[in-house]
């Protein structure tokens, strides 16, 4: 008979970790088969292993039920309805939505949030195309390095195992750690579906708990600020009234 050996705790904690952004992520994107199958998969994952306090652990519970009675043309509707072509003055889900409407102040949140994807070999692209700073894809990269911190540590990697954990900690500190917290309770709240609430909920406690997991305090941004208001007939970015010429032929 060989003896096993239990898995190391820190190995444990990482996959968590990457299962609760990764079902924070599932939930909240339009609705597919794939995004359905990862869920089933990870609601197997976090059965009985650590997922943060017991307001995360509820969080958890409740978003999975309701992925169990959730209508998939319904989901769809709400999901448009959250995730509005134009950005939604109540729960935007951009980083740069909740600190700056200043254009060069929001280029230089969404390059430096590009630059940490980029260190670890990664580039906003794929099937569902977004900005660096969308909250989906920061939770994503949260997940990303979770899942490389666990690799890592099962070949015996323990600097690059390191090295994700610090990378993590620095994200959450500067990026998603300051706004994920609001946006998800302003979801829980102007969400059409219960299910884009519980999954509000969730992100708005799991949050606070890896932040406090990996040691992080983060300036946190509670309020979305106003887009820049326009002049009525303004395009653009400008504000200001453009004079057109539609002249016979033009």
Not at 7 to 13: H, K
Not at 209 to 234: I, K, S, T, W
Request: aromatic content about 6%; proline content about 6%.
């Amino acid at each position: 008979m060989t003896a096993t050996t239990a898995p190391d705790q820190t190995f444990v904690e990482a996959i968590a970790r990457s299962a609760v952004y990764e079902l924070c992520v599932r939930t909240l994107s339009y609705p597919s088969d794939a995004h359905d199958a990862a869920i089933g998969r990870l609601a197997q994952l976090l059965d009985g292993v650590w997922i943060g306090s017991d307001a995360t652990t509820a969080a958890i519970a409740d978003v999975l039920a309701e992925v169990a009675r959730a209508d998939r043309e319904d989901v769809v509707a709400h999901h448009n309805k959250l995730f509005t072509l134009i950005e939604s003055r109540d729960c935007p889900p951009y980083e740069s939505a909740y600190e700056s409407r200043d254009v060069f102040r929001m280029t230089d949140i969404m390059s430096d949030v590009a630059g940490f994807y980029g260190a670890h070999g990664l580039v906003i692209g794929g099937i569902e195309r977004e900005r660096p700073d969308h909250i989906l894809a920061e939770c994503e990269f949260m997940s990303f390095l979770a899942t490389k911190e666990a690799v890592a540590m099962e070949a015996g990697r323990d600097e690059d195992a390191e090295e994700c954990r610090r990378s993590a900690a620095v994200f959450l500190r500067d990026h998603l750690g300051r706004f994920a917290e609001a946006f998800g309770a302003r979801t829980a709240v102007c969400a059409p579906s219960p299910l884009h609430a519980a999954a509000g909920r969730l992100l708005s406690s799991w949050i606070p708990d890896d932040m406090v997991h990996l040691g992080v305090e983060a300036e946190l941004l509670h309020e979305p600020l106003p887009p820049p208001e326009q002049e009525e007939d303004a395009c653009g970015s400008c504000a200001s009234p453009c004079p057109v010429d539609l002249g016979p032929g033009r």
